[in-house]
């Protein structure tokens, strides 16, 4: 009778063995000649698919994280979300670790990544060792275009060199005389800005406008966003002062939009873009605007409630924005073109007339410039990245 359970028992094991080794019936296995044939998009019949937005806190990044929060609520059973630490420069091990655990879920099949800060080019490149499948859509870069641009497959970025241009001919028209420049070494050795900086300058004194090349503190530092916002309250009357009010002030960092608002606005300057230009950018924060829930995402609301604001502060046709918020539209558009890739419907991880679509219908049909970066290789020679996107608007004048 022993021997006669110990035969079956051993019967059960071995069945289940092989049946362990075996594929499933409708899960047929693929040559690697196979997988290399494959499309490029990640659909694959009705499979599962989840998209990661990666973005920054509410402190750093207020736009990209409500953003992301609307695309949960847009599609909740696909997007999952994660954010990287405000101090990002100190703690970039953990901004590569949240990315890693965001595509560590296999049904995770596209990473957007707005902004995509100092450590995104690290992080990245351990996701495509991971997960080499994953569509990885960047933007708003703060690495050199020439390394991100290999690193992601999308790069969106507004087209900082034509701001260059765009900004100062804008503070002129709003009646501008000097413009101040605040930034810290940190953001100065982002190439683009660096170079954009120059710009300015060149420009400024083109048009006759004296440049002031103003140093901040930097809010990844020890004093922190506070500090830094703190000594925006108090340098803008300083420099106005100064200057006199036909003084435009600019920052490249997000964290001082709001009291740089608030400051040129008390003290009767000129502001004719932020960093990251957008009528949600700095603007409701800096002028006590609450945004019912019905009328979240309605721009030309938020556009009445500023240029009403200003008004009644005496600013009118003293501070101007895009019509378009740039950021929100990488997170949004990021995510419907991950979300077609997925699905089969857009069949290329670069599809650069897919993307310019989406963007547009993202920002309502507003009228926006596409460029692609060329930057330069060693010996000097042009060189053309075709995934990386530089985005221009027009301004808005409140």
């Known amino acids: 009778m022993l021997r006669k359970y110990l035969a079956l028992l051993l019967t059960v ?198 440049f002031v090349d103003a140093t901040a503190p930097d809010p990844t530092g020890d004093a922190g966003v506070p500090g830094a916002q703190q000594f925006i309250l108090e340098d803008v009357p300083r420099k106005v002062k100064e200057y006199g009010k036909d003084t435009n002030f600019f920052s490249t960092n997000c964290a001082m939009q709001e009291p740089l608002i608030k400051s040129v606005l008390e003290q009767g300057a000129i502001y004719a873009q932020q960093c990251c230009p957008s009528p949600y950018h700095g603007y409701p924060g800096a002028l006590g605007i609450e945004i019912p829930t019905d009328k979240a995402g309605d721009v030309d609301y938020i556009v009445e409630q500023i240029r009403s604001k200003i008004a009644e502060k005496g600013g009118t046709g003293r501070f101007s924005t895009w019509p378009v918020p740039m950021n929100m539209m990488f997170i949004e558009a990021g995510v419907e073109y991950a979300k077609a890739w997925c699905e089969g419907t857009i069949t290329s991880k670069n599809d650069g007339e897919a993307l310019k679509r989406i963007c547009s219908e993202v920002a309502g049909g507003a009228q926006m410039q596409f460029n692609t970066y060329t930057g330069k290789d060693k010996d000097g020679n042009d060189v053309s990245f075709d995934n990386f996107y530089m985005i221009l608007s027009d301004f808005i004048t409140f």
């Open 13 to 210: 094991v071995m069945v289940l063995s092989l049946a362990a080794c075996s594929a499933p019936a409708n899960e047929p296995t693929s040559t690697p000649a196979e997988e290399a044939s494959a499309p490029e998009s990640a659909a694959q019949g009705n499979s599962k698919f989840k998209i990661a937005v990666y973005t920054g806190t509410v402190s750093q990044g207020e736009e990209e994280f409500r953003a992301g929060e609307k695309m949960a609520r847009k599609y909740p059973d696909i997007i999952v979300t994660q954010t990287y630490p405000d101090n990002f420069t100190k703690e970039q091990e953990t901004v590569i670790a949240n990315a890693l655990a965001l595509v560590s879920d296999p049904d995770v099949k596209a990473l957007v990544m707005v902004q995509a800060v100092p450590g995104a080019c690290a992080a990245f490149e351990k996701v495509r060792e991971a997960r080499p499948d994953v569509l990885i859509i960047a933007g708003v870069p703060g690495e050199d275009p020439d390394i991100i641009a290999k690193k992601a497959d999308i790069v969106m970025q507004g087209d900082e060199l034509a701001m260059g241009y765009s900004i100062p001919a804008q503070a002129q028209k709003l009646g501008a005389k000097t413009f101040v420049h605040y930034s810290f070494p940190r953001h100065m050795s982002y190439p683009l800005l660096a170079q954009r900086r120059d710009i300015f300058k060149a420009e400024c004194e083109r048009l006759g406008m004296k």
